[in-house]
């Protein structure tokens, strides 16, 4: 004989009921069936509210009772020929009776006891299991109904009656085990106690009552309908990419249910569990697919972890106080002191010092806990040798589940590595000397993410999630969109990686999905967006938590740089194209750096000295093998170069420098890269980063711009530098003369400054054939790194310096390494 029940969302509506009543059919075929049914889908929450509507004297209880009534009604007469309806009908109408009987005496009363609610619920189960049992019959199909009030007998702890097995066992075999008949239809959830008044199971139950039934005649399993096929490694509601657990253990299912799996009700597991008779988790909706089998031999799929689960409205009650060490008997008292005023401890964690113990509860506990327990170590606190119990709420757990973690070390360091890596703050932590269950305590706020980022740790063969926010889609920022969707396809299946940009913001507007953006259609969907406002911005990524976040400044802004410490505070790597952070003052510079160190964040910014070219990477990979840089030389200006490389004294040197600004290579203020400010910046930058703290002061600009030409607006400087041409034609002539080349030149020397001596310097020379630099054509930059390795021939790092596709890739490669730290 086998045991089926079919939860509430399995008999939601006729035609879901019509599923059931096939697989019942299909079933009954193989052997002998004890079907146990739930409420209709939302009854219970129905009748409850009857219930407080009524104890609140609010007359509303009689909509809702019509709206039961009706419900019940149309149920029989869609399922059930006319022929057949009378007595069934007859059947409903009494019980509604009895319920709008029940809810006056509670609207008179004004009072709800547990008792009086156990009564009420239990007519959600007594409608569904008649009606389904009649519709049966109409079939053509012998059912008998039993009263599990008969069959179950309990205490009176009403809400969550506790079972007497020995009876309730007894009149098991006495209903069924005596009886000739083949199917045998059964309410679930409700039950008796030794008076014959109605208690209940507690919500869930009715999985209880099918393992009851099934314990008792020793089933050869138990089916769970439901609307899922199967416990999952993580809620699929949370984690898009959960995978149903083909098979689990018995204990593995019973640590997944305690700790929040919704799936199956956590006392079912227990009867069933002596017997050694399998559990199925099968889906009414998909009746053919294979579902999760419970049971003790379960097989090894190859995962150390079965499946991740979690516990919200937890409450962290921490009692401490050096006059707890060596003395006995505090545990004892601190948890009578809770069993006393009947709180659950959800989780138990003692330091070995003996200084603290930290129990969780649930919130909703918190408060009297409090109560009980300083009352209970009262002598203690007045005498300070124990602090006043701390109460921490807004808390969940979150556990890892597997029969296999005890065989494997690192489980719990990968755990936690991948918790720090996002920032999630871990507050507490328990593991079972059993090894099957390794459980933190978090804030509720970083549950989902907790939860997502351990999945793909333990799960994900396929995919880790990035989800990347854009400051800036103007030239660059476009190109790098662009980029990202034309590369979404191979860096899945190439790096495993999927990419989705959630956020971007430009000047005007701002648009943050959490589905992520289609780049097919960003601009539009951007032009949509809300008005722009960078600080909103910044506060919606902090809020939405997402695992893996990267925020990428393509912009020149320095509002846009001012976000950077507050998201690198919350674990959000940054990339920055934009120089102002770096090349602001040395110490906000070193803040921003030591804060990506501390919050294990990246903010990696290759683009603010080379554009595309690795030389910050290179500089980097120096420093970390042990060498020591002594000098640098470079011409760090794609722009300068371009100018200088196109303007042969025959075009005016206004418009070379405007065909650079024209094709992107400038910034968007020329004069930042004419005056050769924006080559100190980077100078400066690779200075910072070769270790040398210094300031925009301690550079030295020999420029070669007539002051004239940097004043008033762009409209300005570009008439200024026609009127200055013979200027400009003189310095080319000169260079010419010698048979050199002008290059603007960044210097750096590792040297302590003295007697007003500058540690770098950047302006025109005039470059011979001889010279690294002379080589140098296009928009090219060029760094030769002097270190104490390459003394005499540089380190050479040398391409294309500017435009915005190379410039965009750079910000690409820079989010890919963001990615891979992760």
């Not at 014959?196 to 139950?205: E, Q, S």
């Not at 199956?264 to 294979?290: G, M, R």
């Not at 509720?444 to 907790?450: E, G, L």
């Not at 020999?702 to 008439?719: D, Q, T």
Request: with cysteine; aromatic share 6%.
């Amino acid at each position: 004989m086998k045991v089926l029940k079919f939860g509430g969302t399995s008999v939601a509506s006729t035609e879901i009921i019509e599923k059931v009543i096939d697989i019942i059919k299909e079933k009954l075929n193989e052997e002998s069936l004890v079907v146990v049914i739930s409420a209709l889908g939302g009854t219970t929450d129905a009748l409850l509210e009857c219930g407080k509507l009524a104890a609140a004297g609010n007359e509303g209880y009689k909509d809702k009772l019509q709206e039961i009534e009706q419900r019940h009604i149309t149920t029989v007469k869609e399922l059930i020929p006319i022929q057949h309806q009378s007595a069934l009908l007859s059947l409903v109408k009494k019980m509604c009776n009895e319920i709008e009987d029940l809810c006056n005496g509670i609207f008179l009363l004004n009072e709800l006891s547990p008792r009086t609610i156990d009564k009420l619920l239990s007519y959600g189960e007594l409608f569904s299991s008649h009606i389904i049992t009649a519709a049966l019959t109409a079939k053509g199909i012998a059912a008998k109904w039993i009263d599990s009030q008969e069959a179950i007998k309990t205490n009176s702890d009403f809400g969550t009656a506790n079972v007497n097995f020995p009876a309730t066992n007894e009149n098991i075999h006495h209903l069924i085990g005596q009886s000739d008949e083949k199917l045998f239809l059964v309410p679930g959830f409700i039950a008796s106690d030794s008076k014959n008044i109605t208690t209940t199971l507690g919500r869930g139950g009715s999985d209880y009552t099918a393992a009851i039934f099934a314990a008792a005649i020793n089933a050869s399993s138990l089916e769970i309908w439901t609307d899922v096929s199967g416990m999952m490694t993580a809620d699929p509601r949370w984690v898009a990419n959960a995978k149903i657990i083909s098979s689990i253990s018995y204990q593995e299912a019973m640590e997944l249910s305690h700790f929040g799996a919704k799936v199956i009700y956590p006392p079912t597991i227990q009867p069933v569990l002596s017997k050694n008779i399998p559990i199925w988790i099968k889906n009414t909706f998909a009746k053919d697919e294979h579902g999760t089998v419970i049971k003790n031999d379960a097989e090894n799929d190859g995962s150390i972890i079965r499946g991740i689960s979690s516990i919200n409205n937890v409450a962290l009650l921490s009692l401490e106080g050096s006059g707890m060490v060596g003395v006995p008997g505090f545990s004892k008292r601190l948890f009578e002191s809770l069993s006393g005023a009947s709180i659950n401890v959800i989780l138990i964690t003692q330091g070995s010092s003996e200084h603290s113990i930290c129990v969780g509860v649930d919130a909703i506990n918190a408060d009297n806990a409090k109560k009980v327990i300083d009352l209970a170590f009262a002598g203690e606190i007045a005498m300070l040798r124990v602090e006043p119990l701390v109460v921490e709420k807004d808390l969940s757990i979150v556990a890892l589940v597997g029969d296999h973690m005890k065989s494997h070390p690192g489980i719990s360091g990968k755990m936690f590595g991948a918790l720090g890596k996002n920032g999630v703050n871990v507050r507490a932590i328990a593991q079972g000397s059993s090894e099957r269950n390794i459980s933190a305590v978090i804030s509720t706020a970083d549950v989902r993410k907790a939860i997502n980022v351990l999945h793909e740790e333990f799960f994900e063969t396929s995919y880790k999630q990035i989800n990347i926010f854009i400051a800036g889609a103007g030239n660059v920022g476009s190109k790098l969109l662009r980029q990202l969707h034309q590369q979404q396809k191979f860096l899945r299946d190439h790096l495993r990686l999927q990419v989705r940009v959630v956020g971007i913001i430009n000047s005007k507007k701002s648009i943050v999905k959490n589905e992520g953006i289609d780049l097919s259609d960003w601009e539009n969907e951007l032009s949509n967006g809300n008005n722009s406002d960078i600080r909103q911005f910044a506060d919606a990524i902090v809020e939405k938590n997402l695992r893996n976040s990267v925020f990428v400044d393509v912009t020149a802004s320095d509002k846009v740089a001012e976000v950077y410490e507050g998201l690198l505070q919350k674990v959000v790597s940054v990339v920055a194209c934009n120089k102002i952070a770096c090349s602001s003052s040395y110490g906000h510079y070193k803040i921003l750096k030591e804060l990506a160190n501390e919050f294990n964040a990246s903010f990696l910014f290759e683009t603010n000295v080379g554009a595309g070219l690795p030389v910050i990477g290179t500089l980097t990979d120096l420093l970390r093998s042990g060498d020591k840089v002594q000098s640098i030389e470079a011409v760090l200006s794609g722009t300068l170069n371009f100018v200088f490389n196109n303007y042969d004294g025959k075009r005016l040197f206004a418009d070379v420098v405007k065909q650079a600004q024209d094709e992107g290579y400038t910034e968007p203020d020329p004069r930042l890269d004419l005056s050769g400010k924006d080559v100190m910046r980077k100078i400066m930058i690779l200075a910072r980063e070769a270790g040398e703290k210094i300031e925009m002061d301690d550079i030295a600009n020999n420029s070669f711009m007539p002051a004239s030409c940097m004043e008033g607006s762009v409209e300005n400087f570009y008439s200024e530098m026609k009127k200055h041409e013979d200027h400009f034609r003189k310095l080319y002539q000169e260079a010419e003369k010698n048979n050199c080349k002008l290059k603007f030149v960044a210097s750096y020397r590792n040297a302590a400054p003295t007697n007003g001596v500058v540690k770098a310097s950047v302006g025109l020379q005039h470059i011979s054939p001889e010279q690294d630099l002379y080589h140098l054509y296009g928009k090219d930059n060029v760094v030769l790194f002097y270190t104490d390795r390459y003394k005499e021939q540089p380190l050479v790092v040398k391409g294309a310096g500017a435009g915005a596709d190379v410039t965009a890739s750079g910000v690409f490669a820079d989010i890919m390494r963001a990615a891979r730290v992760q």
